[in-house]
C-alpha cells in the first residue's frame, strides 16, 4: 500500500479523536524507516505497524489538548477536526501549544529511531535467533511501546516473523538475567521444581530477545494445586534475592508455573542509611514503624509478587503479581478516559484508577482462579523451596560472588508515581511551554530508596529531565558499583552504601535469619487484603485442620516470630480492618481490632505472669497509640471500640490488668476539637459500635476511673438527644441488634441511668415503655429471624440478650426476675447450631463470652455449663476438620488476629470459661 494510502488509512480509524491532526508525524516517520534493512523486514506490514504504534502515542499525549481547544473555539467537532487537518488549522494549535508540537516530533523520531535499533540488531542476531527461538523469514510487524519508555525513548518492542512466531526485543544495556539463569542452573536444572521461571533468552550487550510468553489457561482446576506450589517456590527464590516491582506486568501464569518476563530488578538496594535519631530517642510509634517497614522490605512482600496493601497509602489497588481477585477501584489514582469521542459533546473526565485480571492471573477456562483458595499450597510450595534453598545456600551464596558483570535497575520510587506526573504533565494547561511542565514535574519529591542522602538533587533533576521527555526516569547500578547510571552520566549519582552484589548476599543471608514462619503469614495476610469487600462472600477457608483453636500457644508462637522492633516499642505486621477491606499495617490500638489483640495478650499474662510473646506488652500498646487523641467529634472518632478514643481504653484495660485500680493516662489528654452540633445528631449517630452510643457507655463506665471527657458536652444532653431520636419505645422498626441498631441505644441509656447521669433526660421513662413493650412483643428483625446467623453479639440474640439484662438491671430489676424475663433470648443464644463462625462479633466467640458474662452478673451458673457445651460443640465439629473450615467473621483468611474477627476475640473467650476471673472490658460490659 501506498504510504499516503496508509497514513489516511491509520488516521481515518482514528477520526474520532482528532486522528487526522496527526498526519504529518505519521508520514515523517514512515519517511524516515522506508527501505532500512528490506532485507530483514517486510516494509509494508512493519510500516503499518510501526505507524500504528505511533498514532496511540500521538494520541494519548495531544487529545486533551485538542478537546479543550476545540471547545475554546466552538462549532462543530467536523468543522474543528478538518480545520485542525490543515497546516494552518494545526499550527494555530502548535503556536499556544509549542511543548506539544516538541513533544509529538519527539515521539516520531525516538520512533524511527527505535525502529531501526530493532531491524539492525534483527538483521545481526538472525542466525541465533533461528537457532533459540526458531524464527523464520522476515519481520511481518514490529510493535514499539510495549513498557514504559526509558532512556531516550527507548521502548519494548513485540517483533512478529514470516512463521509467526513472536520475540520481545528490550533495549536493555545490562541485566541480571545471566544470574538468574546460573542460579536456575545450579538449583533446578531440568525445570520440574521451579516451573518454567523465565522466558528462554538471547542476552546482547545493549539488548536482548526473549522468546513471546503468551498466557495459557491450566487444564483443569484440579491442576491448580502444582501451579500455586511452584507460585510460592518462586516467590522463595526471588524473595531470597531481594527482588523487587514483579507487579501484575511482569508475571505471566502458565500452566506448569509462573513465568517472570522482566528480571531488572532481581536485586534491590536498601533504603540506604537511616537519617531519623538513633531508636531509643524517637518516638515509640515513630520506632516501631521503622523496625516493621524495614522487616516488610527484607521479606517476601518486597517482591510485589503478593497483594501489599497497606494502610494510609496512595497506591490502594491491587497490582501484584499473583493477581488481584476481584478488580476495585482507586480511592486515591485517578485517570482520564474521552467521553462522547468524534461528537460535538467530546470531553475528557477523571475517574478512578482499576486494575483488571490480567496475564498474570492463573485461569480455567478463562476464569480466573481465587488465589486465597490455593493459600496452602503456596505456603507448601514456598516451604519447599525454604528448605532446598538451605541445603544450597553456600552454593548460591558461593554463585553470587562468582557471577560476571551484571546490573541492575533500582527503582528509586514508586513507577506509579511517574506516571502519575507524566499524565498530568500532558494536560493542556502545562502544555504552553516546556518551562511550564518542568515547574509541574519539580513537584517530585526529594525521596529516594536505595540512594544517598548527597545523591538527592543530582537524581531529581534528571527525573524531570526524562519526564520532560516522556521518559520514565531509568537508573541502573553495576553490580560491584556504588554508582547510579542514568540518562545524563555526568551527574553524580551515589547508591546507599552497598553495591548489588552485597545487596545480594545480604539478602540471602537475611532471609535464613529470619523466623521461616514470618514471610508465610505475611502471604497469608496479604492474601486476605486482596479484596476490596471482605463482607461480599463469607467463606471458609479450604485448610482440613485448624489446631490452633485448641492451642492458645501453637499460635502465640507463630504471634512470636512476627514481633519486630526493641523492647521498648515492638510491633508486628498485622492485617487491619479499614472500611470495607483489609489492609496491613502495624499493631494498632483500638480495642475491635489490634487493641482487643494486646488486651488479650496482657489478660494471658496477668493469669501466668509470663508475656505469651517475650515482650511488654505496654511497650507494644505504647508504640501503636497515636500521640494525641483527635478530638474531631465525629461519631466514629467518639467510639470506645473503633476510634480514636478507643485507644484511651485499651490503654488502660491492659493496665488495670496488670495494677488493679490504674487511672487514666494523664499525659494522654486529647486536643481540643470543633464544638459539637447536638442537636444535630441522629439515631444513626447514637451507634453502639461505631459512634456516641458507644460514648456513652464509655462516659459511664470510665470518668470514675478519670478517663477524659472529650466533646465538652454534657452527658446529660447527648442522653436527652438520644432519648429523642431513638424513637417511641412502645413501637419498633428498623434494625434491633446490639451494635449498630436499637439495642445499643438501649444499651447506652441503660449505662448512662445506672449510673445516675441521665439527670432530667427522661431516659428511666423511656427506658421502662420499652421493656414493657419489647417483652409483649418479642420484636424481631431480619438477622433475629435468621437462625443460622441470628445469635451473634453483633446483631444477634446474644448481644439482644446482654443488651436487655442491662437495661432491667438498671431499671433496678432483681437477679431472679432479670433472668426469667431474658430466658427466650438467652435460650436462643445458647441452644441451636454452633455455626462456624469463630468471631467475637458474629460468631461462636461472642455467643460463650455473653454466657460467661450473664451467669456471673445474674447468679445464673448453669450458664457456664452450657456456654462449655457450645465450645465443645464446635471443636468437635471443626477443630478436626471433618466438616470443613471455620471462618474469623469476614469472607477471608481465617487466622486474622484481630478481637472483634479474629483469634484473639477466640481465645479472650475461652479465658472467660476457663477462669471466672476474667472479664470483658468495661464497655462490653465488663466488672
Known amino acids: 500500500m501506498h504510504t499516503e494510502e496508509l497514513v489516511k488509512r491509520i488516521t481515518e ?16 516517520c514512515a519517511r524516515d524507516i522506508a527501505g532500512f534493512h528490506d532485507d530483514v523486514a517486510d516494509a509494508g506490514t512493519v510500516t503499518e505497524s510501526v505507524l500504528r504504534s505511533l498514532m496511540g502515542r500521538c494520541v494519548e499525549t495531544g487529545v486533551r489538548t485538542l478537546i479543550a481547544s476545540f471547545h475554546a473555539e466552538g462549532g462543530t467537532y467536523e468543522a474543528f477536526h478538518a480545520r485542525v487537518a490543515g497546516d494552518e488549522g494545526r499550527g494555530a494549535v502548535l503556536d499556544r501549544f509549542p511543548e506539544l508540537g516538541r513533544l509529538l516530533r519527539l515521539l516520531t523520531a525516538r520512533t524511527t529511531r527505535t525502529v531501526r535499533e530493532v531491524l539492525s540488531a534483527a538483521a545481526s542476531d538472525r542466525h541465533d535467533l533461528a537457532g533459540l527461538l526458531g524464527v523464520r523469514g522476515r519481520i511481518t510487524s514490529l510493535v514499539p511501546g510495549l513498557g514504559d519508555a526509558h532512556r531516550g525513548g527507548r521502548t519494548v518492542c513485540l517483533v512478529t516473523w514470516d512463521d509467526e512466531v513472536r520475540t520481545v526485543y528490550k533495549p536493555q544495556q545490562d541485566n541480571c538475567l545471566r544470574l538468574l539463569s546460573t542460579l536456575r542452573a545450579l538449583l533446578d536444572e531440568d525445570g520440574s521444581f521451579f516451573g518454567p521461571l523465565h522466558p528462554v533468552s538471547l542476552v546482547r550487550p545493549t539488548h536482548v530477545w526473549q522468546q513471546f510468553v503468551a498466557h495459557t489457561d491450566l487444564e483443569t482446576t484440579g491442576a491448580a494445586g502444582t501451579y500455586f506450589r511452584r507460585f510460592g517456590r518462586v516467590a522463595a527464590l526471588l524473595g531470597m534475592m531481594g527482588a523487587t516491582d514483579l507487579h501484575h506486568e511482569n508475571v505471566v501464569a502458565l500452566p506448569h508455573g509462573p513465568v517472570v518476563i522482566d528480571t531488572e530488578t532481581l536485586v534491590s538496594l536498601p533504603n540506604g542509611p537511616s537519617d531519623t535519631p538513633a531508636p531509643d530517642t524517637r518516638p515509640p510509634g515513630v520506632a516501631a514503624r521503622a523496625a516493621l517497614n524495614l522487616d516488610v522490605e527484607h521479606s517476601v512482600l518486597n517482591t510485589l509478587l503478593f497483594p501489599a496493601r497497606y494502610a494510609g497509602a496512595k497506591l490502594d489497588v491491587d497490582i501484584s503479581g499473583i493477581g488481584c481477585v476481584r478488580p476495585g477501584a482507586s480511592e486515591h489514582i485517578e485517570s482520564y478516559t474521552v467521553v462522547d469521542a468524534g461528537t460535538d459533546d467530546i470531553r475528557f473526565d477523571r475517574g478512578p484508577v482499576v486494575v483488571e485480571h490480567g496475564a498474570n492471573m492463573a485461569t480455567v477456562a478463562g476464569v480466573p482462579l481465587d488465589p486465597r483458595d490455593w493459600v496452602d499450597d503456596i505456603s507448601a510450595g514456598y516451604s519447599e523451596a525454604r528448605e532446598l534453598l538451605g541445603v544450597r545456600r553456600q552454593d548460591i551464596e558461593r554463585a553470587v560472588r562468582d557471577s560476571g558483570s551484571w546490573a541492575v535497575r533500582q527503582v528509586v520510587r514508586p513507577t506509579y508515581v511517574y506516571a502519575r506526573f507524566l499524565e498530568a504533565s ?3 494547561v502545562h502544555l504552553g511551554s516546556r518551562e511550564a511542565r518542568a515547574e509541574l ?22 527525573e524531570v529531565a526524562a519526564l520532560l521527555d516522556l521518559d520514565v526516569p531509568f537508573f541502573t547500578v553495576d ?7 542514568g540518562g545524563l552520566d ?36 496479604a492474601l486476605a487484603g486482596s479484596v476490596d469487600d471482605v463482607w461480599d462472600v463469607r467463606r471458609a477457608s479450604r485448610r482440613g485442620t485448624f489446631p490452633d483453636l485448641t492451642d492458645a500457644g501453637s499460635w502465640h508462637a507463630t504471634l512470636r516470630d512476627l514481633v519486630v522492633g526493641d523492647a521498648s516499642a515492638p510491633t508486628w505486621l ?3 480492618l479499614q472500611g470495607d477491606g483489609l489492609r496491613l499495617g502495624g499493631v494498632n490500638a483500638p480495642l475491635y481490632d489490634g487493641g482487643g489483640l494486646l488486651l488479650y495478650l496482657a489478660q494471658v499474662e496477668a493469669l501466668s505472669g509470663d508475656s505469651p510473646l517475650g515482650i511488654d506488652i505496654e511497650g507494644a500498646c505504647r508504640a501503636a497509640v497515636h500521640p494525641g487523641v483527635p478530638g474531631d467529634g465525629t461519631p466514629l472518632a467518639m467510639s470506645p471500640f473503633t476510634g480514636a478514643l478507643s485507644e484511651l481504653v485499651t490503654d488502660w484495660e491492659i493496665r488495670r490488668r496488670r495494677t488493679p485500680g490504674a487511672p487514666f493516662t494523664a499525659a494522654r489528654r486529647p486536643s481540643t476539637g470543633p464544638a459539637l452540633d447536638v442537636d444535630g445528631l441522629g439515631a444513626a449517630d447514637f451507634d453502639h459500635l461505631n459512634g456516641y452510643g458507644g460514648h456513652l457507655v464509655y462516659l459511664a463506665r470510665y470518668l470514675e476511673h478519670g478517663a477524659p471527657e472529650l466533646t465538652g458536652v454534657p452527658p446529660e444532653r447527648l442522653l436527652r438527644r438520644l432519648v429523642t431520636v431513638d424513637g417511641p419505645p412502645e413501637a419498633h422498626t428498623g434494625e ?5 441498631g436499637r439495642f445499643g441505644r438501649i444499651t447506652a441509656m441503660s449505662a448512662m441511668v445506672a449510673r445516675g447521669l441521665d439527670g432530667d433526660s427522661g431516659a428511666r421513662d423511656h427506658l421502662e415503655r420499652f421493656a414493657h413493650a419489647y417483652v409483649r412483643h418479642r420484636w424481631q428483625d431480619e438477622s433475629l429471624r435468621d437462625r443460622a446467623a441470628g445469635n451473634g453479639w453483633c446483631k444477634g440474640y446474644a448481644g439482644v440478650a446482654y443488651a436487655l439484662g442491662e437495661l432491667l438491671d438498671a431499671l433496678g430489676r432483681p437477679s431472679g426476675e432479670i433472668r426469667t424475663v431474658i430466658a427466650p433470648e438467652v435460650e436462643r443464644l445458647a441452644g441451636g447450631e454452633p455455626g462456624h463462625d469463630i468471631s467475637f462479633c458474629h460468631g461462636v466467640a461472642g455467643r460463650v463470652a455473653v454466657l460467661c458474662q450473664l451467669a456471673d452478673r445474674f447468679d445464673w451458673p448453669e450458664l457456664r455449663v452450657r456456654a462449655a457445651a457450645l465450645r465443645t460443640a464446635f471443636l468437635d465439629r471443626y477443630a478436626g476438620g471433618a466438616a470443613g473450615g471455620w471462618s474469623c467473621g469476614i469472607g477471608t483468611e481465617p487466622h486474622l488476629p484481630s478481637f472483634f474477627l479474629g483469634l484473639s476475640g477466640w481465645f479472650y473467650a475461652q479465658l472467660m470459661l476457663d477462669h471466672p476471673q476474667v472479664t470483658l472490658p468495661l464497655c462490653l460490659g465488663g466488672r
Open 13 to 28: 480509524e482514528r477520526a474520532d479523536v482528532f486522528g487526522a491532526f496527526y498526519t504529518p508525524y505519521l508520514r515523517d
Open 426 to 428: 500532558t494536560h493542556p
Open 441 to 462: 514535574l519539580g513537584k517530585l519529591p526529594r525521596h529516594y530508596r536505595g540512594a544517598a542522602g548527597e545523591s538527592a538533587d543530582a537524581l531529581h533533576r534528571e
Open 479 to 485: 553490580c560491584d558499583s556504588l554508582r547510579m547510571r
Open 490 to 525: 555526568d551527574r553524580p549519582r551515589t547508591a546507599g552504601g552497598t553495591t548489588p552484589r552485597q545487596s545480594a548476599l545480604t539478602a540471602v543471608r537475611l532471609f535464613f535469619d529470619r523466623p521461616p514462619q514470618r514471610d508465610l503469614t505475611y502471604m497469608r495476610y
Open 574 to 576: 498485622l492485617p487491619r
Open 736 to 740: 434491633l441488634g446490639l451494635a449498630h
